[in-house]
């Protein structure tokens, strides 16, 4: 199974920033098909963003503010986070695209607010 730890969440207020961080739990899981994902209480979770190989892919609503990579020296996969809005408030989780039925990890809490 291939779980993963998430981290670098927190509270930042409207146009601010925040680089969330996703390290895999043990050796040897790849991270080649990696997503960022989110969720608010009461609805389902949503893909955010993933790299599958080298190709990514965002959802409209963080394009040209969110930028999903691979950090080789650290081992994780990274989604860079710019001009965030209130709307990108929830819970992020990252995990392989290709596994949803691998367990998920506790995520990490994204709140932007005034």
């Known amino acids: 199974q291939a779980q993963f730890v998430e981290s670098g969440g927190g509270l930042v207020q409207p146009g601010g920033s925040l680089r969330l961080s996703c390290a895999p739990v043990?050796?040897?899981?790849?991270?080649?098909?990696m997503g960022w994902f989110r969720q608010i209480p009461g609805k389902q979770r949503e893909l955010v963003a993933r790299?599958?190989?080298?190709?990514?892919y965002y959802i409209d609503s963080v394009k040209g503010r969110f930028t999903i990579s691979r950090d080789k020296s650290k081992n994780t996969v990274d989604l860079q986070m710019n001009n965030l809005k209130p709307d990108d408030t929830a819970v992020y989780y990252c995990?392989?695209?290709?596994?949803?039925?691998?367990?998920w990890g506790q995520g990490t809490q994204v709140t932007v607010s005034s």
């Open positions: 995990h392989d695209v290709y596994r949803p039925s691998d367990p």
């Open positions: 790299i599958v190989g080298d190709f990514v």
């Open positions: 043990g050796s040897g899981t790849s991270l080649r098909n």
